[in-house]
């Protein structure tokens, strides 16, 4: 179905050497054509159909990140949070279709600049009146951050808004509101958006900064299935989780671009270091990857991407499983995004680092990338934050995260071993998850705590699918380097153990390299051109060239006697 996006003008177009706003417009433009070519239902998006999973993890998402952040927004959140209204709400039908459509996008406002990820006390309201809601945004603190709202991009734009329902001056809690934000040319009366500045390095967008100023809704601009229920919930906190049910799909959903770029970049760092040689001390040139500082990376981000692409259509097809607690469906998400994120974050900026002064440049992709993958450690959900969360629901053992059990490999030793032993310091102290203690002594183990329950997860999928055993076992020495003393106290793995195992798995791994970076199967979506001599010649023969006329001045040097 989207076989040709790779060789599609809006895709082969060189960003590069384009304008900043020129590059949001053709991001634009990508996303249009991407809604175009999947053709999504609203039940898709509503069940997170094969379909809707095939369009979120299509290896083109990685090559804009801002295309990817408008489609995330759009699709996973803003249709998303409407789909499940549309059976007792068909005049929601509409605007549905015209999203559907891209006719108009959708952009989702919940967070504000004083509050963060603390949305859940955010303070913009939406007064009830006799003929709607009034929305407003009461100070700078309160206005929406940092969604794409400006009108400057020839598109019209429609806000869900999480405000503060205000009735007879009592606060109901907070609630979704569609409130139109833009035309094609001018922002509706009483929106204001502010552009902020760039993100250095990253595929430019207009994101801004949101207020709105005494904004009149109808009653049908509610985001409920009844639109005349507003009365105060039983439990404010639960039903704000569940008004926000997209996020723990969307911390999934933003995770599958950054494993297509983890294959990217070890693809482009192989096929480089395969080609480029230097001359030693003999006659004939040695090619890069000859050299073991080089070979560690390359296979290093290989592994990573083949076990990461094995294991996430896995979950995604869980994620759906009605059966499981909705909480271990969230928990496992987020283990997720951060053993993907953290992956990401060790593979490509070593990879980059590996192919010299070339990788730094945009149109060798890594750069660029590496700058992107930060704003995902934020998007859907901080990393820190959201391990934190998990990792304290599990030592109070509030539901359990189904493991691989500990006899099936070391990695999932690891991960039981790392849970247990912090389940028993909680016990130990005094005053339990509320005490200083548990701040200082568990929370700072949060994160490579669930990192490496994503490890054990990923690795025993891999184990299951008959993944190459040269993979599994570099993969497995990647983790090991993340927490070396366990394995050297628990495993017998002495530190020069750890990297005879190192080499062991990379000897066994370097015959089949070509073969593991075509496994990839990401080729198609490299454009770097330091893959190959021939991308270079042709991607030299496309830059600028400066030439002149002008004749140099030499001053005269007079001889002295």
């Not at 489609?71 to 929601?92: E, F, M, Q, Y």
């Amino acid at each position: 179905m989207a076989d040709h996006l790779p060789h599609h003008p809006l895709f082969t177009t060189r960003v590069e050497f384009l304008l900043t706003d020129d590059r949001v417009s053709l991001s634009y433009q990508r996303a249009r054509l991407l809604m175009h070519t999947y053709n999504l239902s609203a039940l898709d998006v509503q069940v997170c159909s094969p379909k809707y999973w095939a369009m979120m993890t299509d290896p083109i998402m990685a090559l804009d990140t801002a295309m990817f952040t408008i489609l995330a927004a759009h699709v996973g959140l803003t249709i998303g949070t409407l789909s499940r209204h549309l059976h007792k709400r068909p005049d929601l039908r509409p605007l549905v279709n015209r999203l559907l459509r891209f006719d108009t996008v959708g952009i989702y406002l919940l967070t504000e600049r004083g509050h963060g990820l603390d949305a859940f006390n955010i303070e913009t309201t939406a007064t009830k009146t006799p003929d709607g809601f009034i929305i407003n945004t009461p100070r700078e603190e309160a206005c929406k951050f940092m969604p794409a709202s400006t009108p400057s991009f020839g598109i019209p734009k429609v806000a869900l808004v999480m405000a503060r329902l205000i009735v007879d001056g009592e606060d109901r809690g907070p609630r979704f509101f569609i409130v139109p934000v833009c035309n094609e040319h001018e922002m509706f009366e009483g929106v204001e958006s502010i552009r902020l500045g760039a993100r250095p390095g990253t595929c430019p967008l207009d994101f801004s900064i949101t207020r709105f100023n005494h904004v009149h809704v109808p009653f049908s601009a509610l985001v409920s299935s009844n639109i005349y229920d507003h009365s105060l919930p039983a439990s404010p906190l639960e039903k704000w989780w569940d008004e926000v049910w997209r996020i723990p799909l969307g911390t999934l959903a933003v995770t599958a671009p950054w494993i297509s770029s983890i294959k990217a970049a070890a693809f482009i760092a192989g096929r480089y270091s395969m080609h480029r040689s230097l001359v030693g001390k003999g006659a004939n040139p040695v090619p890069i990857i000859s050299f073991r500082t080089q070979q560690w990376p390359i296979a290093h981000a290989t592994a990573v991407g083949l076990v990461m692409s094995n294991w996430f259509p896995m979950v995604t097809k869980n994620s759906a499983d009605k059966s499981l607690d909705h909480r271990v469906r969230h928990g496992i998400a987020v283990i997720v995004k951060t053993t993907v994120c953290r992956h990401f974050q060790r593979c490509v900026p070593e990879v980059a680092e590996r192919c010299g002064a070339q990788g730094t440049f945009e149109h060798n992709y890594m750069a660029r990338i590496e700058n992107d993958g930060k704003g995902v450690i934020i998007a859907e959900g901080d990393v820190l934050t959201l391990c934190i969360r998990l990792f304290s629901e599990l030592l109070l053992q509030r539901y359990k995260i189904p493991l691989p059990d500990p006899s099936e490999s070391l990695l999932a030793r690891h991960a039981a071993s790392l849970l247990e032993e912090n389940i028993g310091l909680l016990n130990s102290l005094h005053g339990g998850h509320r005490s200083e203690s548990f701040n200082s002594l568990i929370l700072p183990q949060a994160e490579l705590a669930v990192e490496a329950m994503g490890h054990a997860l990923a690795y025993s999928a891999g184990l299951k699918s008959g993944l190459p055993k040269p993979i599994l076992d570099v993969y497995e020495c990647a983790v090991i380097r993340r927490d070396p003393a366990w394995y050297s106290e628990n495993a017998g793995l002495t530190r020069i153990l750890q990297r005879i195992r190192e080499d062991e798995a990379i000897t066994a791994t370097l015959p089949h390299l070509d073969t593991y970076l075509n496994n990839l199967a990401i080729e198609e979506y490299v454009s770097a051109p330091i893959v190959s001599d021939e991308a270079w010649k042709e991607y030299h023969d496309e830059m600028p060239v400066f030439t002149g006329h002008a004749i140099p001045i030499y001053d005269q040097v007079q001889a002295m006697l």
